[in-house]
Each structure stands twice: as C-alpha cells, then as structure tokens.
C-alpha cells in the first residue's frame, strides 16, 4: 500500500503489517497507517513531540545515549568496638607460644594465625538488630 506522507513522500506501507494490526489491535486502516509512520519515523505526533521535550526538560528516564550516572563509593564509619575486640582476640591469641604469623588482615574483621603448624582464620561477624 502506497502513503504519501505529509512532506510529500511517498511510502510503501506492507498491506500484511496492516491487516495483522487491524485484525489483532482492532485498529481502522487510517489509525494502522498512523502507526506505521509513528513506529518508522517518518511523521511524528505533535503530543510525541511535545511530551518527549518535557521528559528531556525534567530529566527523568532512560537516556537516549545509554549513559548512567557515576555512582559514589559508601563512606564507612569505623566501628570502634569491633575493632576492639579484634585487637583483644588477637592479643590473647599471640601470648599462647605454640601461636606464631599472628596477625591481623583486616583491622574490623579478620585475624589469621598459624597454631602448632595449621594455619587459622578467625571472621568477626555482626548482626544486624532484629525488624520489629
């Protein structure tokens, strides 16, 4: 099916493409035809335009170039008391003699240390408070 467009283009139209969305969207041939430029872009709606200038204008949804916003890394408190109890377990366990490579890999979570030739790790886990 022939159209020719409001700038005085001529466009072939698939009759098949029109029949199925008559049949399956219960559209007229005019409102097919309609579609068919909108999804081609060949003609625009004035309300596409005017409602695509105010989405750019607020900024909201996808953008068109596929950019995302750089994301900040989390700032972490330090937790004083977990680091506390990570010194005081790594105090006791390096004054037993059979202890040795003692140390601390991670200041609020982890101490590893070789005990009578084995080599051990200790994790330091906090819970989260119960939801009400």
């Known amino acids: 099916m022939k159209h020719v467009s409001a700038d005085g ?5 698939p009759e098949r493409y029109v029949e199925v969305n008559m049949k399956n ?3 007229t041939r005019a409102e097919c035809v309609e579609m068919y430029l909108s ?3 060949i003609e625009v709606a004035p309300e596409v335009v005017e409602l695509t200038a105010k989405a750019k204008e607020a ?3 996808a953008k068109a170039t596929g950019e995302r916003k ?4 989390p700032v972490r408190k330090p937790d004083e008391v977990k680091r506390g109890i990570i010194d005081g377990l790594a105090t006791f366990i390096n ?3 059979k202890v040795s490579n003692c140390l601390i890999t991670n200041i609020e979570r982890m101490i590893s240390f070789e005990y009578a030739g084995d080599k051990y790790e200790i994790t330091l886990t906090k819970k989260r408070p119960a939801k009400k």
Do not use: F, P
């Open 9 to 13: 283009r001529t466009v072939n139209i």
């Open 39 to 41: 999804d081609e872009g």
């Open 25 to 27: 969207l219960g559209l």
């Open 95 to 97: 004054d037993d003699d």
């Open 59 to 61: 900024g909201t949804g």
């Open 70 to 73: 750089t994301r900040k890394a």
